[in-house]
């Protein structure tokens, strides 16, 4: 049966982030569409949209709606009645709004990463070059932010920083648990000033304390490693199948299956490559305690 993965179980509580729901949708009709042998051409031409919105349709970056659904789902030989009305669910469920979306600012793709990490029970985190969104201060994000040539007003700086810090409440509220591993370039590179910086680290210190939070830095010391080049998340959920997230200069890149799978070897890797916790915590308390780059 195609989409055996989801039956009628599905809880439509995840309706807290319609942009997990799109996208497991979205997963589902590419899925469906691929086994029936359809076109991407075919099922647009069906539904009266384009090629590349149906593309954003199976990339869960837009809706579909109730008719549109029926008609894919007949065209792909989707007969099962229970699956048909979970996809329909969650279809009415994908409507919904979330908290981001009073940030009017904020780029789709942005919206889309949002409304995934809301929905994860977990996150692997991988970076070379600054803190993990998660982890950052109020004035180091500002000062990243800032320097992002695609910030045009200060006001769409001020609200990217408020979304920031909104999104930490999955840490502080224990919703989500983060194991970040990050290069030792993090923690040197002079952002915002070093009393910005001393700041940060020490909130790195202060995270490392909480249960739900691990953070591994990979020193200098090591040399090359796998995947140095690359920042990477995965994004685990309690239901579904786990996603990669890549953020690109040019576009953000989504990634399941296989991909889920070497992503996870790689990030087993680098955390075999990294300190261990207790030994990160001294060298970020030691780098802070200097002072000096």
Known sequence: ?????????????????????????????????????????????????????????????????????NALLDRYGVADAELRETLRSMAQAGKQRGWW??????????????????????????????????????????????????????????????????????????????????????????????EVMREQLSALLDAQKRWNVSIQVIPFREGAYASMVSSFHILSFDEGPGVVYIEGLTGDLYAEGEDVDRCTRVFSSLRAAALSPTASTAMIKRIRDEGTP
């Open 1 to 69: 049966m195609v989409g055996a993965k989801l039956t009628g179980r599905w809880r439509i509580a995840s309706v807290e982030s319609p942009t997990f729901v799109r996208f497991q949708l979205g997963a589902q009709l590419k899925r469906a569409r691929e086994k029936a042998g359809v076109t991407t051409e075919q099922a647009a031409a069906l539904i009266e949209v384009s090629p590349s919105t149906l593309r954003r349709i199976e990339q869960g970056r837009v809706g579909l709606k109730g008719p549109a659904l």
């Open 101 to 194: 979306a009073k940030y009017g600012d904020l780029p789709n793709s942005y919206r889309q990463y949002i409304g995934l990490e809301s929905a994860a029970s977990a996150i692997e985190n991988f970076e070379t070059l600054v803190v993990p969104g998660l982890l950052q201060t109020v004035d180091y994000a500002r000062a990243i932010i800032s320097a992002d040539a695609s910030q045009p007003t200060p006001q769409a700086t001020d609200e990217r920083v408020t979304v920031r810090m909104e999104r930490q409440k999955l840490l502080t509220e224990e919703k989500l648990r983060l194991v970040a591993v990050i290069d030792e370039a993090v923690l040197r590179r002079q952002i915002g000033g070093p």
